[in-house]
């Protein structure tokens, strides 16, 4: 009998402590309970009267309630009732204590009223800690059971939200591909019809119009490429501290003379490996979501702070990031706050609370890709009326001495008089860009496919410096293509023109080592400095003039 009750007795030392309710409205009743349950497994909590279990009941949860059946005011039989009226209390098993043995109408009537034993006394102690054991076990278990159910319902809205995510992202990266090639092919022209007049003329505006809702079209896309995380990002080792500090007369600017900004940095914080364009972007879309909470002015805080997360820390539990070092950016407001529902929905694309034209939907959910594609989560805290809180983790990376920034000028003009192999399967694009080098003095070899290409590489007798290539293309896409010629002329450079890359040359949005990459959407503005920059990359690794 002894080992058995040992048994009964042995609990996990990792087995939370469980809430037993004593009612009985005679002190020698509780001690004599009390006595017998005593247990470092059980937490013994009593009552005095029914009024106070039911008080008792509001305030803690109960694995199992021991009910004097005779009690002044409510009696046993009443205080149960109430209990199993109740839909929070009405699962918790009640054993009735009582004297009365024969009458069994009595015990009918406990029975009905919702007991699911009764200990009768007087008592044998081993039956009464049994019985204790088994319904705390219970408890028990079925705590493990609905946190498990829980877990298995968290779990199935991850999946469905990487569903969702991966259903946005293939139909980002198909209207980026094509949107980008049409928009690029408007801009192009555009911007070579503007040219032709001067500033004043009404059709210079109008073109100037046109150029600039090109411009918002590509930002949309982009956005969209950025939430699904599959836009370019190019990361670098960088101290937060400094890019907060480099934008802040920019920010001042854009919040107004009506809210104030404080900064709160950590003099050593920690560097982290990301792109810094995009994280200027983050700053830029928690800053401005700030200001538009307070349309009567206000503060906003920009914290930057060394974080250690651990695996039992309560702070942020809601983060899915591994325990480790972080550098953490919080951006808080004075605002006035979101209820739990806009709370809910504040990442997804397209919503919003602000009125009809007055914003997109895709600035949190901008945020929230790109600090996700940098390994990293974000956590919001907000009430209403008392303001948000938004704190984005980055993983720290190991200390290492960060080179100074230093501007360099070009050292040769954006000009040039190399050849040039451009491949481009969209007509529109092609002509536009053929346009731009051939205006900048450049050789232009032109084909509209992979195959036309190579056909157009191998009849061509000349020397090519220059391989400009889309990326995604029927057939052969410009990764293969690149691979091919390359392998038979190993001094000729790539430079890869996208909208959208589909992880041909970027493995999740990440440019591999090596490769260089111009968007569709800067082609006018950039791409006669980008290849300068590829045709010297080349000549430096070389040794020797790529015109050789």
Known sequence: MAEKREKLETVSAKEPRVNILLVDDRVDGLLALEAVL????????????????????????????LLDIQMPGLDGF??????????????????????????????????????????????????????????????????????????????????????????????????????????????????????????????????????????????????????????????????????????????????????????????????????????????????????????????????????????????DADLQLLPGPYVALTVSDTGCGMNDEVLSHIFEPFFTTKERDNGTGLGLATVYGIVKQNGGDIAVHSRPGSGTRMSIYLPRVVQEELKPIVEKLPSEPARGSETILLVEDE?????????????NGYTVLDAGSGPEAVELFERYQGPIDLLITDVVMPELNGRQLADLIVARRPGVAVLYMSGYTKDIIARRGILEPGIHFIEKSEICSELTNKVRQVLQARRQQDGVSVLN
């Open 78 to 315: 009443q205080t149960a009732a109430r209990i199993k009226d109740n839909p929070a209390w009405k699962d918790i098993p009640i054993l009735f204590i009582t004297a009365i043995h024969q009458d069994t109408s009595y015990i009918h009537r406990g029975y009905k009223e919702g007991a699911v034993d009764y200990i009768f006394k007087p008592f044998d102690p081993y039956i009464l800690r049994s019985k204790i054991t088994v319904f705390a076990e219970l408890y028990r278990k079925n705590a493990k059971l609905l946190q498990a159910q829980e877990e298995l319902r968290r779990k199935e809205e991850e999946l469905y939200q990487a569903r969702k995510l991966e259903a946005i992202g293939k139909l980002a990266g198909g209207v980026a591909h094509d949107f980008n090639n049409i928009a690029a092919g408007i801009l192009g022209l555009s911007e070579e019809l503007r040219d032709m007049f001067e500033p004043g003329d009404r059709r210079y505006e109008d073109l100037n119009e046109i150029i600039k809702a090109t411009h918002r079209a590509f930002s949309l896309t982009r956005q969209l490429l950025v939430y699904a995380r599959r836009q370019v990002i190019s990361p670098e080792v960088l101290n937060l501290n400094a890019v907060v500090l480099d934008m802040q007369g920019m920010l001042s600017r854009l919040i107004g003379e009506d809210v104030q900004m404080n900064t709160d940095l950590e003099p050593k914080l920690g560097l982290i490996n990301a792109d810094r364009g995009y994280l200027e972007q983050v700053v830029i879309n928690l800053v401005l979501n700030a200001r538009d909470a307070m349309p009567e002015g206000g503060v906003v805080t920009i914290k930057t702070s060394n974080v250690q997360l651990a695996a039992d820390s309560p702070q």
């Open 427 to 439: 007509h529109l694009v092609r002509r536009v860009v053929m346009g731009i080098l051939r205006k």
């Open 38 to 65: 005593s247990s470092p497994e059980w937490n013994l909590i009593t009552a005095r009267s029914g009024q106070e279990a039911l008080t008792q009941l509001s305030e803690t949860e109960f694995a199992a309630i």
